[in-house]
């Protein structure tokens, strides 16, 4: 291999088909006591004069001469080689001087003294600086070696998810998932399709060590808040969001739950006989009415002791644990009115330094957070300790705010140029990097970017997750019988 020319940003470099080179590989370009780390982001053929008139000219020659044609000194083999050289375009990712990476990019190594050589990821990943202790193996880098994340790398941090469907969003997530409990992190996931009840046990039903701390809970079933429990500000965060009270209304619940609490009287039927019994404007009184009447409805609350308190849950795990929250087959209301309690509980407990930090994993989050939650996730509840994980098949569904702040993004397979633009144009590095590889990728594989590779791109291929298949699409043909066909 060996440096032709830089054109602007790109370092391009003359490989012969021999070298085993392939895009997303890293290279190191040597001279002296320093080195250039590149990045092979795309590759093509070596056009040189006269080339394509060669290759015609031996296609003539192929179909219209008969025989063995003899070429004692081999120059068809040589000119079959340089028809067949590869331009690999490159893009310089900082310096290695002294065993230490850095991000400094201002100076071109010799071409003809040069020495370049291909570079195992971990390596250049471990000269870039300590990426934390506690690893999460996620599968394979580019050439085969074993590839981690860390769970420092993911702490206080935003981090995407996205890609095609089928592409392996949910495996990876899940493994993440489970990683952190391993370490003793505790998670809360909004799980659309029924995918992560089964992470604490491998695919023939054993538990794993993190078997009995992953709880799942379904609203209105084994998920009921009771009044005392929820509290007054998730409740009334609920219907001011969720069933949209106006402010007059909401006034006026205010009271009736300050005059329930002096009784000590907070329950559901309580709340109903306050709402019958309170004086105010008529108009007033539908309105409470009709958003009582959804509450009980819902069957989100309940006076029965058996209430789930968010605060027990972790109590109750002292070495971490996962809050499934299945969403599957609940209404839409039901949803935005589950996760607008769950969330605006969580911020509470953590002002009040009640509960620890937590890993908040929200699966197509635009079917159920409200406009604000956005913002909200990124900044006020972020320093409080709620550090986000967005998986989608959607990256147009994620708010562009939320590119610009993502401290990690894996990004799967896209097929629609749309998507590419949108997610290069938000990346943390240049567009021509995401375009090229991302659109390689086959299922399985992604593109790693952000704090988690110390902003170094990386190619990983994901492991397959052991555990029970869950999620899986329902289909009219499995299990029918193949008919006979008749001739």
Known sequence: MRIL???????????????????????????????????????????????MEEVAREEVLLSSVQGV????????????????????????????????????????????????????????????????????????????????????????????????????????????VRGLLEHGAYCVIFDLNDEYGTIGLTADGTKTGVADRVVVRKPARDLKFSLGGAGVRAVTSLLQHSLEMPGTTLREFMRIWEGMEAKHELSMESLGTYIQQWRCNEFVRNALNARYYTLSNSGLFTDSESAFRLDDFFTS??????????????????????????????????????????????????????????????????????????????????KQEIYR?????????????????????????DTDTVKSIVRTLPPRMCLVLGHAVNNLPVVV????????????????FDGLRVPTLSR
């Not at 020495?115 to 506690?134: C, F, Y």
């Not at 969403?327 to 407990?349: A, D, F, G, H």
């Not at 291929?461 to 009219?476: K, N």
């Open 69 to 176: 044609t003899e070429d004692p000194a081999d120059v068809g083999g040589i000119s079959r080689e340089i028809r067949d050289m590869r331009l690999l375009q490159c893009k310089a990712r900082g310096s290695v001087e002294h065993g230490r990476h850095s991000p400094r990019i201002d100076w071109i190594p010799s071409r003809t003294t040069s020495k370049i050589t291909r570079q195992n990821v971990n390596d250049i990943l471990d000269s870039a600086g300590n990426r934390g202790l506690r690893k999460i193996k996620i599968g394979k880098s580019g050439r085969g070696s074993s590839f981690s994340v860390t769970a420092e790398a993911l702490d206080g941090r935003i981090t995407i998810i996205t890609g095609r469907k089928e592409s392996g969003k949910s495996h990876l997530a899940k493994m993440m």
């Open 5 to 51: 020319k830089k054109e602007g940003p790109n370092i391009l470099i003359v490989a012969s088909q021999k070298e085993d080179v392939r895009i997303g590989d890293y290279l190191m370009v040597t001279e002296k006591d320093r080195s250039l780390v590149l990045q092979v982001i795309d590759e093509n053929y070596l056009d040189v004069d006269g080339i």
């Open 317 to 398: 795990h002292p070495e971490g644990g996962a809050l499934v929250i299945s969403l599957s087959r609940v209404s839409p209301l039901n949803r935005k009115m589950t996760v607008e309690l769950i969330l605006s509980k969580l911020v509470e407990l953590l002002e009040q330094k009640a509960i620890p930090p937590i890993f908040l994993l929200s699966e197509e989050a635009h079917l159920y957070l409200r406009e604000t939650y956005w913002e909200d996730l990124i900044t006020r509840m972020r320093h409080f300790g709620v550090f986000t994980t967005f998986v989608t098949n959607q990256p147009d569904a994620i």
């Open 405 to 429: 702040q993502a401290d990690n993004i894996f990004l799967y397979n896209f097929s629609s140029e749309a998507d590419l633009n949108l997610v290069a144009q938000a990346s943390m590095v």
């Open 461 to 476: 291929t994901v492991d397959e997750f052991d555990a029970p298949p869950s999620g899986i699409t329902r289909r009219f």
